[in-house]
């Protein structure tokens, strides 16, 4: 197979899971930020998730003074979990994501099997990036400039 037209082919693809993320993000109450998160496995969408509060709690994200509250959780970590609670499981699976991971959401994403993130825009620490690449989990970023060419 010739290898341009299966890059361009992934591209798409990935694109495509990218807008599904993006829609997905603007369910989070969270006013500061708003992040989707996509698992994919052998080309189906076997998680989703998206920043906000746990179970019970108000959905109200950031304090008085606008800073997030310690215990949101972050979308890849809701998308994880929903995994937990399933009969799948993320191992050689895909994450999408609009906000790339902080450090404490990269190590949970290599202990849950994930071998390739795809992110739109990136977090303002890239430690979660560079431990990703040095844990050989391949990291993708695709601009949303980028996406809409495609």
Known sequence: MDNSYSTSKQLRYDSAYLK???EWAKLSHCKRKQVGA???KDRMIISDGYNGTPTGFDNCCEGDTGETHWYVLHAEANAM????????????????LTLSPCKECSKLILQAGIKRVVYINAY???????????SNIEVTHLPLEKMNDL
Request: zero cysteines; glycine letters at 6%.
């Open 20 to 22: 599904m993320a993006l």
């Open 81 to 96: 979990m929903k995994i937990a609670k399933s009969t799948h499981n993320a191992d050689g699976a895909t994450l999408y």
């Open 124 to 134: 303002k620490d890239n430690s979660g990036l560079d431990f990703l690449t040095s």
């Open 38 to 40: 996509l698992i994919v």
